[in-house]
């Protein structure tokens, strides 16, 4: 593909996703880089978004429908990812005319590639509005019918089949195709609720109050980034389900707190805003990176809790280096995870993993475990939390550490919303399908 200025939504979307898709680069990230250093509108920034989002969640849907018309051609990655993003308007825009979705990509393919890309570009897709496209219901394997029609490999279809059923596996898989919505934490070291609310409005940014997290807000309209209030601190962004691992901790003005796996710091600054330093309660926030270290110094700096954090540069298996047992009133163990309850917000981290990642990151999650639990208080609670919904990285990883410390119960983990308490076990499980947020877990452990 040749290097051009990015010049339309599409233009922005098609490098996008070509860096993402064939160079792993993060969706969010790769997509905020390419929009900004372009001089698109707002309307245009949001088209390119919504093509981008919307390829990665349907890929395998779209590979499915594109693959009759190409027949195995080997061609270039950004020419299938231009067909795969016309195919993606051409069924899921309506508000976009097929007409002007085929110049838009001809003329794409003509200022990217040569005279015979253009032509064979031309050629499919006025066979793909010819002929229309191929029918899912027509695959006779229910999980690889259900892998083509939400995108979602199949060892993924199975397995949370198996785990929580057909009738729920089949609303988790429509609510990861669903657009994510952006919500924020009100910071209360800062300001309140009702003060958060009127100061965005007065900023052009309309939310209502979260349905799922005490502290959290639902953005309705507007753009949060570029406001005062998200500059100084007032509100940050973060997802509504993320927010009850913290939440679910009870955290007391002089705790001393471990954030054992913290980067980029937003449920290390959650926990400083209800801590007082005057009263001595602190969080120390872990992670082994040094420039992760230094973003959760900057997110602690912006929210005003900087003298509550102290950051530091250290893989938590490791903290017998540093740390002494029964240092910490409360320790929070948001674990390394596959990250499959985020699949809304990042569609295609779920065409790289495989189901031995889960199992080795099971490991992972227990060594981590069994490495800090020792640093706690007797009497003190251990929170353990993924941003997945895969049971072998949460109840199994839960039970594992249970079966190997008899000094440890578990307690039933609590929410301000009192969310699913009539729930038989005591972990509590987040599905997407739930209440539009991530899919997220959350366990109490309490030292005896």
């Not at 005279?115 to 064979?120: E, I, K, L």
């Not at 394997?141 to 089949?161: G, T």
């Not at 979260?210 to 309209?221: F, I, P, R, T, W």
């Not at 110094?297 to 893989?315: F, I």
């Amino acid at each position: 593909m040749k290097n051009k200025q990015i010049n339309t939504a599409r233009d922005a979307a098609l490098k996008t996703l070509d860096q993402v898709l064939q160079n792993g680069a993060y969706s969010n990230l790769q997509l905020n880089q390419n929009l900004k250093s372009s001089q698109l509108s707002e309307v245009d920034k949001r088209l390119a978004t919504n093509l981008v989002y919307g390829v990665l969640q349907h890929k395998l849907t779209l590979e499915y429908w594109l693959a009759p018309f190409i027949k195995g051609k080997k061609i270039e990655s950004w020419v299938k990812t231009l067909l795969l993003m016309s195919i993606y308007q051409y069924r899921y825009l309506d508000r976009v005319p097929d007409w002007a979705v085929t110049n838009e990509s001809i003329e794409l393919a003509k200022q990217l590639g040569n005279p015979g890309t253009r032509r064979f570009v031309t050629g499919v897709l006025h066979a793909v509005l010819r002929q229309g496209l191929g029918d899912v219901n027509a695959i006779e394997d229910p999980i690889k019918r259900r892998s083509v029609e939400f995108s979602l490999p199949q060892w993924l279809v199975d397995e949370l089949i198996k785990q929580y059923g057909q009738s729920t596996a089949d609303a988790i898989f429509k609510a990861v195709n669903e657009p994510a919505r952006v919500s924020l934490r009100v910071n209360e070291a800062k300001t309140t609720i009702p003060q958060a609310i009127a100061i965005l409005k007065e900023q052009g940014v309309e939310v209502e109050p979260s349905q799922v997290a005490n502290d959290g807000l639902v953005v309705k309209s507007g753009d949060v980034v570029n406001t005062d209030a998200f500059m100084q601190g007032l509100v940050t962004i973060q997802d509504e389900s993320a927010m009850l691992a913290v939440e679910s901790m009870t955290i007391n003005p002089a705790d001393q707190v471990l954030d054992a796996c913290a980067a980029p710091g937003g449920k290390t600054v959650q926990i400083a805003a209800a801590l007082d330093e005057k009263q001595g309660g602190s969080v120390t926030a872990l992670d082994i990176h040094a420039h992760k270290i230094k973003l959760i110094e900057k997110n602690a700096q912006r929210l005003g809790v900087a003298e509550r954090v102290h950051a530091c540069q250290l893989d938590a298996r490791k903290v017998d280096e540093k740390f002494a047992d029964g240092q910490f009133d409360k320790i929070l163990v948001d674990a390394p995870c596959s990250g499959i309850g985020l699949l809304r917000r990042k569609p295609e981290i779920r065409y790289d993993k495989k189901l031995s990642d889960s199992q080795n990151l099971h490991e992972i999650q227990l060594a981590i475990l069994n490495a800090v639990a020792p640093k706690l208080k007797k009497g003190g609670i251990m929170t353990y939390s993924t941003c997945t919904i895969l049971q072998q990285e949460n109840d199994g990883t839960v039970q594992a550490f249970l079966a190997a410390h008899p000094e440890f119960r578990l307690l039933k983990t609590q929410t301000a919303r009192a969310l699913k308490n009539a729930r038989t076990g005591a972990t509590l499980t987040i599905l997407p399908s739930d209440y539009g947020s991530d899919g997220f877990f959350i366990s109490n452990l309490q030292r005896l």
